[in-house]
């Protein structure tokens, strides 16, 4: 006889404390129908009412079925969690060595935890009679006119809401009230979806014939995809211009009509919008969008367009890979190489890796794609544990865009102190004249990014954070990008009262002011963070410069990345090696990506790009290789280094980041992890594993007013190293609770974007 589940196991959603286990709780008799593993639900903890995450169901308790509690009420009628995400929570509180209820809040919308969202109805009107015999019904109403129209509006029998019968009459509320009373209509109230976008309405559009190139990636993937081979995990390797998306969409029509769904994640909000436009051209309405920008309501609402299969493609920026997709086929993460795939807050995951994990587990398979891959993603295809699909050439074969170095160095000998080298002034000046457009990317963002005084060399700090100020020409003031601080622009030094005091460095604003100079009467537009706060200003920013409205786009790197217009046949990069200069291993890496893509967005249309890098390092190897874009020789010359030098992915560099309001104890405390570490190594096998254990000042030392100390770990990437990354972690909650009391706090990052 089959017994019913009358006991879960329910972990509490707390955020302040470190419970990190289930407890046990009585499943209600009239909820044994609608609670279910995954179910989120209402449970009485210590003396509160708290909300928690069904995650198992079992039919005895391991102690005395008297003291259970009970569960007070499911928060939905059905389990939200899917099983498939639980497990994919499990495995960030591994890897991350969170609390798994931290892992499982990234599964939901985040406004429904704390069921701030609300299901939307509207009120609708219908006919309660057969749509034929609307003759003997507008006979019956012949003598208000009021009555006619809205029975005429209703004329198709289908259900119209309030919005459509407000407009017919002044006084429609009476009218409407008096139908409803002769039993001529009913009202009701119907659930309405907030979409974010205007899904269908881009113009539809036939699928064009591939190219070989084309076709021939399509039928690699599409056997595996269709379940008729074994791999997994694909990487789609293909040049800028290659037409990936093409592929890309070939697969979800593949995907979608085995009745399967399909999840697209690009790296930027910046770039959903041209990828919903080319699948809504493609697909209709059959899809969802889910990222940060969208209302609550409107995430609430698309996320359970998914959950109900509604929606069979799903389209998003990072979070997007928890969507709610009960039959996943197919995950296709657009420019793989992008470090926004790993979450910038806590717990930090790699949206890469959990894709991944969730198609080993669902079925289908993953296609990673990027013209410049990351080193790590290229080198398990090397090794074969992903199949390496390529187009090495542009569609149509359109040539790559021929790529131009200005060595800085030499501009300066030659007596040029502006910020534009002869041959981009001059390769500017041509395309502009031609009538076509450019964009000029400059990874930084306001006017200057130093103030220094000529006499005593300082330049001016913030206040609060150990980082200089930016001048900003838009309100003539300087500003920390790190806490967001504003103050005036002094008149003479701070330090020495020297009046010689000058803005250095280019940013974006001192760029745009320089085209402004230069071309008078030319379309400008400037796209970096300080234009684009509006939630939908990155879109009609973008929409503005696809009309031709502008001939010049300057930004950082938000259009570095992915987008595709076919009328711009030059791009610049102001200052090049930027990027080089941070101190990271991954600084070349990011340099020859970054190069390499801002040049694919020149001559993808009929007319051949042309791009121009300034350098003050034409001799980096980095630099060097992205000029001649030949991927694989600067992947095997950095793979070597990385190896000679015991960088990842060789080995795995850790962190732990102490931030607080004093410094000494700040210090002290960075020093006590790293004396608590080696003790703990002391004659244990991971002692051999791990090269280094290094306390340090981070490198910016303080933000917003908080001192920052940091300790380093370096070891051989081997599972015989998690007891330690799983000793520091537990380490760290333990201190938890003395560190917050001491206004501290101890970060554990594990293969940290950026040491700063
Ligand atoms: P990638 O993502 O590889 O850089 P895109 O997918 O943006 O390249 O494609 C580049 C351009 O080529 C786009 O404008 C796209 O519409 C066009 N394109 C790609 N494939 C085809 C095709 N088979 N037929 C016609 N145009 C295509
Ligand atoms: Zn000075
Ligand atoms: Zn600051």
Redesign the pocket.
């Known amino acids: 006889m089959r017994r019913n589940m009358k006991f879960a196991d329910v972990i509490v959603d707390i955020a302040t404390e470190k419970v990190d286990r289930t407890f046990t709780y009585r499943v209600p008799e009239e909820f044994e129908g609608c609670i279910g593993v995954g179910s989120r639900v209402r449970v009485p903890f210590g003396f509160r009412e708290k909300e928690g995450y069904v995650l198992s169901l079992k039919e005895d308790p391991e102690y005395d079925p008297g003291k259970i509690k009970e569960i007070i009420a499911p928060l939905e009628p059905y389990p939200v969690l899917l099983p498939s995400l639980i497990e994919a929570a499990r495995e960030i509180r591994e890897q991350t060595k969170c609390p798994l209820c931290e892992a499982l809040r990234l599964m939901i919308p985040p406004q429904m935890r704390a069921g701030k969202v609300k299901i939307k109805t509207e009120k609708c009107f219908q006919l309660s009679f057969p749509v034929e015999e609307m003759e003997t019904w507008l006979e019956k109403v012949k003598r208000s006119p009021r009555k006619k129209l809205i029975l005429t509006a209703l004329g198709d029998g289908a259900p119209h809401p309030v919005s459509e019968i407000r407009p017919l009459a002044g006084n429609w509320r009476e009218a409407v009230q008096a139908l409803e009373n002769c039993g001529a209509i009913r009202s009701f109230e119907r659930e309405v979806l907030r979409r974010p976008v205007a899904y269908g309405q881009a113009p539809a559009v036939q699928d064009?014939?591939?190219?070989p190139e084309?076709q021939e990636a399509v039928d690699e993937m599409v056997p595996a995809l269709a379940g008729r081979r074994t791999d997994k995990v694909f990487l789609l390797h293909?040049?800028?211009?290659?037409?990936?998306?093409?592929?890309f969409i070939r697969l979800v029509r593949e995907c979608v009509s085995s009745g399967k769904q399909a999840l697209i994640l690009v790296p930027e909000i910046v770039l959903t919008p041209q990828m919903i436009s080319?699948f809504s051209s493609r697909f209709g309405d059959d899809m969802a969008v889910l990222h940060s920008r969208l209302t609550p309501g409107e995430r609430f609402d698309e996320w359970r367009r998914i959950r109900s299969g509604q929606a069979r493609i799903v389209i998003g920026a990072r979070s997007a890979v928890f969507a709610p997709a009960g039959k996943l086929g197919l995950v296709i993460v657009?420019e793989e190489h992008e470090s926004t795939y790993i979450s910038d807050h806590y717990p930090q995951y790699d949206a890469r890796a959990v894709a991944r994990s969730r198609i080993l587990r669902e079925g289908g398979i993953l296609v990673l794609?990027s013209?410049t891959p990351s080193i790590y993603s290229y080198a398990m295809a090397r090794r074969g544990d992903y199949v390496l699909v390529e187009?090495p050439s542009?569609?149509?074969g359109r040539p790559l865009p021929e790529i131009l170095l200005a060595d800085m160095r030499e501009e300066l000998r030659r007596g040029n102190r502006g910020i534009f080298s002869k041959i981009l002034e001059e390769e500017l000046t041509k395309c502009v004249r031609d009538g076509n457009q450019a964009m000029l990317f400059i990874n930084r963002r306001g006017y200057a990014p130093f103030i220094s005084c000529r006499k005593c060399g300082e330049a001016i700090k913030c206040g609060r954070c150990d980082v200089s100020m930016t001048y900003h020409a838009t309100d003539r003031k300087l500003h920390c990008h790190y806490c967001g601080s504003v103050r005036e622009m002094p008149e003479t030094c701070p330090s020495c009262s020297s009046p010689y005091i000058k803005a250095v460095g280019i940013g974006t604003q001192k760029v745009e002011e320089e085209v402004r100079r230069r071309f008078p009467g030319i379309g400008v537009l400037r796209m970096d963070v300080d234009t684009t706060s509006g939630r939908n200003a990155h879109a009609e920013i973008l929409s503005r410069f696809r009309s031709g409205e502008a001939q010049i786009l300057i930004g950082t790197q938000m259009i570095a990345k992915?987008l595709?217009f076919?009328s711009v046949t030059l791009v610049g990069a102001v200052l090049a090696d930027m990027s080089l200069n941070l101190p990271d291993y991954r600084s070349p890496e990011r340099t020859y990506q970054l190069i390499v893509q801002v040049a694919?967005r020149a001559g993808?249309?009929n007319e051949k790009g042309r791009v121009v890098i300034q350098t003050y390092k034409p001799e980096h190897y980095a630099i060097a290789q992205a000029v001649r874009q030949d991927y694989r020789a600067f992947f095997n010359e950095e793979f070597r280094r990385r190896k000679q030098d015991l960088y990842p992915p060789f080995t795995q560099m850790d962190r732990i980041l102490v931030e607080g309001k004093e410094a000494s104890r700040v210090f002290e405390r960075a020093q006590r992890h790293r004396d608590e570490i080696l003790k703990y190594l002391k004659g244990r096998e991971e002692e051999k594993l791990v090269l280094f254990v290094r306390t340090d000042a981070a490198p910016i030392q303080r933000i917003q007013d908080r001192w920052r100390a940091h300790t380093v770990l370096k070891m051989v990437d081997s599972p015989k190293c998690a007891p330690l990354i799983a000793f520091i972690a537990q380490m760290l909650r333990e201190e938890a609770d003395a560190d917050a009391a001491d206004g501290m706090t101890a970060a554990f990052e594990i293969n940290p974007l950026s040491l700063a």
């Open positions: 064009p014939p591939l190219t084309q293909g040049v800028t211009g290659s037409g990936k998306t093409e592929v080319w657009d794609a013209a187009m542009r569609v149509f992915g595709d076919p694919g993808r249309g």
